[in-house]
């Protein structure tokens, strides 16, 4: 048994568990392996073992991993910060996009999203911790963004995605999780039909899953330690 698997493995074992724990539906919780800065390789051998969904921050590293592994049906989820110059390639080459946190950002993935593809499937990114030094609009402007964005053709709004800040003392707060649920509550309130709740790390993702998370983005868990000191 590789690693890969065995920490596949591991980290499904403990979604079940922390989904039992918080008594929601079995299947209520999907895994996005967060692949960054990991080799195609280690894709194809978690792939292998079950995972099809898979998480890329950064554009070209992304497009060169799809290249080497277009024999395989895979699904790609952009979750890194949005540079203008790249949303062609982003719209082009991806299912999902988890990082959209402004009007502008959706815009040009719509209108570049080719007609051929099924609509983008996107995530508001919030700001939930307030950190000047991380992406993501403010809790506040939530309601108008979403409104702003579900009307975009070629785009599916499906929820929100948040990295809350670091837990000090090693001590994981809930608090930033239940914000991101009741925000989500309070658009599906004014019938938005929202799906989605993207949150919750290898460290936190316990927590995550109490508090409402559908989709939890685990890297670290599965493909071993980062030498840039990065979590996920």
């Not at 609509?119 to 108008?144: H, R, Y």
């Not at 460290?203 to 998370?213: K, L, R, S």
């Amino acid at each position: 048994m590789t690693a890969i698997l065995s920490n596949l493995q591991a980290t499904r074992e403990a979604i079940i568990q922390a989904t039992r724990n918080a008594q929601r539906e079995a299947n209520a919780v999907s895994l996005l392996a967060v692949s960054k800065t990991f080799s195609a390789q280690a894709v194809r051998e978690a792939y292998q073992a079950g995972q099809c969904a898979f998480g890329e921050n950064y554009v070209q590293e992304a497009l060169d991993k799809m290249a080497l592994l277009q024999d395989l049906p895979l699904v790609w989820h952009f979750i890194g910060p949005i540079q203008s110059n790249k949303t062609r390639l982003i719209a082009e080459n991806f299912a999902w996009v988890h990082g959209v946190d402004r009007l502008k950002i959706a815009q040009r993935l719509s209108e570049q999203r080719p007609v051929y593809l099924p609509p983008l499937n996107i995530c508001l990114q919030v700001n939930v911790s307030g950190e000047a030094s991380k992406s993501g609009i403010a809790p506040e402007a939530v309601l108008t963004l979403a409104h702003e964005v579900a009307t975009l053709p070629n785009l599916r709004l499906r929820g929100l995605m948040a990295i809350p800040a670091p837990a000090l003392a090693g001590e994981i707060q809930p608090a930033p999780f239940v914000k991101m649920r009741q925000l989500l509550q309070a658009l599906n309130q004014q019938d938005m039909a929202l799906d989605t709740l993207s949150m919750g790390m290898s460290h936190d993702f316990p927590v995550a899953i109490q508090e409402g998370a559908t989709m939890v983005r685990v890297g670290t868990a599965i493909f071993g330690s980062r030498t840039s000191g990065e979590h996920t």
